[in-house]
């Protein structure tokens, strides 16, 4: 029999023994609780305002599919992590993170609800986890977490949703696969979005009422974010402004540097004066004149270089409205934004002033040592982490999947004939020979649907992906709609 330990003061202070069934706990913490080891849960816990939820890296959280044992909290069908006091969730980098994951055997979206964090006196973090298959992956309830270098995907709804004057800072964090959105602002939230690769949302991030994220300054000031947001093959859109607000975007990365491309996967004023503008310029490296140098590119989320094509069945856990419909994932631009040092040249530089009888002359700096050269590279650009395949979409050469065949999947006759619609999400596993080689249903409104989408699949050719001119497998989100009409 094997034997796991939860380590707590409070309601959970005991030792489980785990036979063939897991023992499930659920209800309230009121006092400071400790989690380790594996924990499954089948309804709502709450932390008391009073209490601290701490979890230790390595832990797994498995949550009971479709259940609510207390039949409370939002939904009272599915269970909810209720957060009133304070969360402390850190994992390790490698091999340490924590992970919050659904204990079906076939894991969907929205098996459970999500993580709310409502405690506003105590900041609550969340450090390299994972949250996965919930109908919201993590809430911001007029609280203000720490959420960072974390993979929030395959969620329902929204990945990361801020709400109610939320001023969560989201950092360095794998947004991806979500079913509405990666990052949800309303009702006067106003997160800080830094370093993130938000990817393969249907739309990246929607703002809502008088919400206000900042999403990059260029210059930042102070607290303000610094953009570095990889931000690109969503499907709808990467910002879908439905406030009155102006929206900082600047100094992020959208896989091109065609501003007319930018713009067209962006709602906001230009397509409806009720709303406020969206400012993406300067996006990340475009020239700043006359002399200013681009930088070197922002550093990649660890997160998302790990292998985390999930797993994670429980029989193998591991570690791993109103939209324009035109605008779609594939049509990103093939070029990723490139970083560059442009040497100052004596045409661009202004002499001081000086007395009438001194003559300005301009003496270019001394060619630097190779030693120095040598030196000003490693400060400069980082060593690159190993990446183990398949690699994210947004690491492939040109940023994105390239098509050699698609097939149009088959409407089942009898949703056409009833008149029913719906959607199929498939996390897709590419070979390096553009082959599909695997995939996975993440979403899927009805199995004639699920069928219908598997057999287009199946049928799928891609360009062989690459990256640094090297043939890799690549794992992508396919998204297939059955639209009547459509």
Same mark, same amino acid.
Do not use: C
């Given at each position: 029999m094997k034997r796991i330990f939860i380590w707590a003061i409070g309601v959970f202070g005991a030792t489980l023994l785990l036979g063939q069934q897991p023992n499930y706990v659920s209800g309230k913490i009121s006092k400071d609780t400790r989690w380790s080891g594996d924990v499954h849960i089948n309804g709502d816990?709450?932390?008391?305002?009073?209490?601290?939820?701490?979890? @230790?890296?390595?832990?797994?959280?498995? %949550?009971?599919?479709?259940?609510?044992?207390?039949?409370?909290?939002?939904?009272?069908?599915?269970?909810? %992590?209720?957060?009133?006091?304070?969360?402390?969730?850190?994992?390790? /980098?490698?091999?340490?993170?924590?992970?919050?994951?659904?204990?079906?055997?076939?894991?969907?979206?929205? @098996?459970?609800? +999500?993580?709310?964090?409502?405690?506003?006196?105590q900041q609550s973090e969340l450090r390299n986890c994972i949250i996965e298959y919930a109908y919201k992956g993590i809430t911001a309830y007029g609280s203000a977490p720490v959420i960072e270098n974390c993979e929030v995907r395959f969620n329902f709804y929204i990945g990361i949703s801020a709400e109610v004057r939320a001023k969560p800072t989201i950092r360095n964090c794998l947004i991806l696969g979500n079913g509405v959105a990666g990052i949800n602002c309303e009702l006067g939230s106003a997160p800080l979005v830094e370093g993130n690769i938000i990817n393969q949302n249907t739309n990246g991030v929607i703002i809502f009422d008088r919400?206000?994220?900042?999403?990059? *300054?260029?210059?930042? /000031?102070?607290?303000?974010?610094?953009? +570095?947001?990889?931000?690109?093959?969503?499907? /709808?859109? @990467?910002?879908?402004? *439905?406030?009155?607000?102006?929206?900082?975007?600047?100094?992020?990365?959208?896989?091109? /540097?065609?501003?007319a491309e930018i713009r067209k996967r962006i709602f906001d004023r230009e397509d409806n004066a009720a709303y406020g503008p969206v400012i993406f310029e300067p996006y990340f490296g475009q020239t700043q004149p006359p002399i200013a140098r681009r930088r070197a590119l922002p550093p990649v989320p660890s997160i998302a270089l790990e292998s985390s094509v999930s797993t994670s069945g429980p029989e193998n856990r591991g570690g791993t409205s109103g939209t324009r419909n035109n605008v779609s994932a594939n049509k990103s631009s093939d070029t990723l934004a490139v970083a560059e040092q442009r040497t100052p040249s004596a045409e661009n530089i202004s002499p001081v002033p000086v007395k009438r009888e001194t003559v300005y002359v301009y003496q270019p700096p001394p060619e630097p040592s190779k030693a120095e050269k040598t030196e000003a590279k490693k400060e400069e650009s980082p060593p690159k982490p190993q990446i183990q395949e398949p690699v994210l979409e947004a690491f492939l050469d040109g940023g994105k999947r390239q098509y050699i065949r698609r097939v149009k999947p088959e409407y089942p006759k009898i949703y056409l004939n009833t008149g029913t619609e719906g959607t199929v999400i498939l996390q897709v596993v590419v070979g390096r020979d553009g082959r599909v080689e695997s995939y996975r249903v993440l979403r899927s409104d009805g199995e004639l649907f699920t069928a219908a989408a598997i057999d287009a699949i199946k049928q799928y050719r891609y360009k062989p992906g690459t990256m640094n001119g090297k043939p890799v497998k690549f794992r992508v989100i396919e998204r297939f709609r059955f639209k009547i009409g459509g």
């Open positions: 816990v709450v932390v008391a305002r009073n209490a601290t939820l701490t979890i @230790d890296a390595g832990t797994r959280i498995f %949550i009971a599919p479709h259940q609510d044992v207390t039949r409370g909290g939002t939904d009272p069908e599915l269970t909810e %992590i209720i957060i009133l006091g304070k969360l402390v969730a850190r994992g390790a /980098e490698r091999g340490g993170r924590i992970l919050f994951t659904s204990a079906a055997k076939a894991q969907r979206m929205r @098996d459970w609800y +999500g993580i709310v964090i409502k405690g506003r006196r919400s206000n994220p900042d999403i990059g *300054h260029q210059p930042a /000031e102070g607290t303000q974010s610094k953009g +570095g947001n990889r931000i690109f093959n969503n499907f /709808e859109y @990467d910002i879908y402004n *439905h406030s009155s607000m102006e929206i900082y975007a600047q100094n992020n990365l959208w896989n091109t /540097e065609d501003v």
